[in-house]
């Protein structure tokens, strides 16, 4: 998912392309709650990359402030869910894009890094680790570390590759 992002009172909200104005219908909004919900009842292994300004928040900060978010990522990741979650910023930073790059800095770096350059240990196999590694350090000198990816996963998932090249 990419679009835009916003904390308010209630927690994270993922704004669509047509609600990025705050004056847009609260209803086009997406809390956090439904996108837990729909991550969580898919079956198997699932990845969400999500690009938005405070998209660490995804897994549950609440306007800024920490909430239980050992509990909530617990939620969201655990082994029977099997989400690995991808957030482009923390809760309190804002994603940067620039118009050169034609996206954000993490969705650059995203689509070099499944593209080839995750390819850290075996070149023609991209895993989450290697990409994980090559996301957080290529967004990190996109942006002169103003702009920090996290990502979490279930702690029973073994590393597991989301591309191969033939």
Not at 81 to 94: I, L, P, Y
Not at 145 to 154: A, I, M
Request: aromatic residues 8%.
């Amino acid at each position: 998912m990419s679009g835009h992002g916003i904390n308010d009172s209630t927690g994270y909200y993922y704004l669509p392309y047509l609600s990025a104005d705050k004056d847009y219908n609260i209803g086009t909004w997406v809390s956090f709650s439904d996108i837990k919900e729909t991550v969580m009842s898919i079956k198997g292994k699932s990845i969400l990359f999500l690009d938005t300004c405070h998209s660490g928040n995804v897994m549950g900060e609440k306007g800024g402030i920490d909430l239980d978010l050992n509990r909530i990522i617990n939620e969201l990741v655990s082994a029977e869910n099997g989400v690995v979650v991808f957030a482009s910023s923390t809760g309190r930073q804002k994603s940067l894009e620039k118009s050169e790059w034609g996206n954000g800095a993490f969705t650059k770096a995203l689509v070099e890094g499944i593209n080839g350059r995750a390819g850290l240990i075996h070149p023609n196999k991209i895993t989450i680790n290697t990409l994980d590694a090559y996301v957080a350090e290529r967004v990190k000198e996109l942006t002169k570390g103003k702009q920090t990816p996290t990502t979490t996963k279930p702690q029973t998932i073994q590393d597991f590759p989301i591309a191969v090249k033939r």
